[in-house]
């Protein structure tokens, strides 16, 4: 069985749609409410609105791993496939292009424990093995989706602006170029902590990322025109930002194709497309392009 998912700092993406805030609380003892209870070693996890601090390797404790399990028992359950018996598991992952060839072996030995792994998810015994773990670069694999409209040209740019980064990556003629690749600190959580501490200092009101997240996008709320007027101002300054530092690395997005994916990009389409900095934008508004991208790559690599 094939499983594609996503670990980005915000949340986990499964490929087959599910999303889940990257944040666990663990237990000792069964919780009283909810259904989403995974057991694992003894202990009990739930899925937290809070999400696990910045991690540039996420494979220095079992947070990412016991993530993993829940996206394992969300994908088996939620497409049917469920049995009591032993499932072999294919497992797909991602890492940023600028950090792949630093991690992938280690992060793919994290995964890949030799063992039968037992846990109880939803009340249900699971048995899981992992057969095969392999990891593809992030942004190349997001622009999968469309790459039979990209492939042919001479250089488009991808950009995932991720949780903590946004990773860009140069496609040139349909093949990754690595050494136009890295990873800048301009994720969305670094906008939420600017929003939040401007909102706190001139108004004295408490925001939270939701609350931010509904206000970028438009959607009723209660928050008078103060609040808004700053979440808007913060997030195109953001973006300007963000091209400002591209630039500086003499990328410059008005030349060539520019594609856009990850949650953030979708998040501040409407600041990205009123900059006047990029001249041919192509968004992918899928927040599971990278883990779809990861099953894509695989299938393409198993045809030959």
Do not use: W
Request: net charge neutral.
């Amino acid at each position: 069985m094939v499983i594609s998912i996503d670990h980005g700092n915000v949340s986990c993406k499964v490929s087959s749609g599910r999303v889940f805030t990257s944040g666990l609380r663990e237990s000792n003892v069964r919780p009283a409410f909810g259904e989403d209870v995974l057991k694992y070693k003894g202990k009990y996890y739930t899925i937290s609105d809070k999400r696990i601090p910045y991690m540039r390797t996420k494979f220095n404790d079992d947070r990412f791993y016991v993530l993993t399990l829940f996206g394992v028992g969300y994908h088996i359950e939620d497409n049917g496939l469920y049995e009591s018996g032993m499932i072999p598991v294919q497992l797909l992952v991602g890492l940023p292009p600028s950090h792949y060839g630093a991690q992938y072996e280690r992060f793919e030995e994290y995964f890949k424990r030799g063992e039968v792994e037992e846990f109880e998810f939803r009340g249900k015994p699971f048995r899981i093995y992992v057969s095969e773990v392999i990891s593809f670069p992030q942004a190349f694999a997001a622009a999968m989706p469309v790459y039979g409209a990209i492939s042919s040209l001479p250089k488009v740019m991808v950009i995932d602006i991720g949780g903590f980064t946004a990773d860009y990556l140069m496609i040139k003629n349909g093949q990754a170029d690595l050494s136009v690749c890295d990873s800048l600190e301009n994720g969305v959580i670094i906008l939420y902590n600017q929003i939040t501490a401007r909102v706190n200092s001139d108004l004295d009101i408490l925001l939270d990322e939701s609350d931010i997240d509904a206000i970028l996008k438009g959607e009723h709320n209660n928050f008078n025109d103060d609040v808004k007027r700053i979440v808007n101002e913060t997030a195109h300054t953001f973006i300007s930002d963000l091209f400002g530092k591209l630039r500086e690395r003499a990328i410059d997005l008005r030349t060539g194709r520019t594609v856009f994916v990850g949650g953030g990009s979708i998040l501040l389409r409407k600041q990205i497309e009123v900059s006047g900095k990029v001249a041919s934008p192509i968004f992918i508004d899928r927040i599971t392009a990278n883990a779809k991208g990861y099953e894509l790559l695989y299938r393409a690599s198993k045809r030959g």
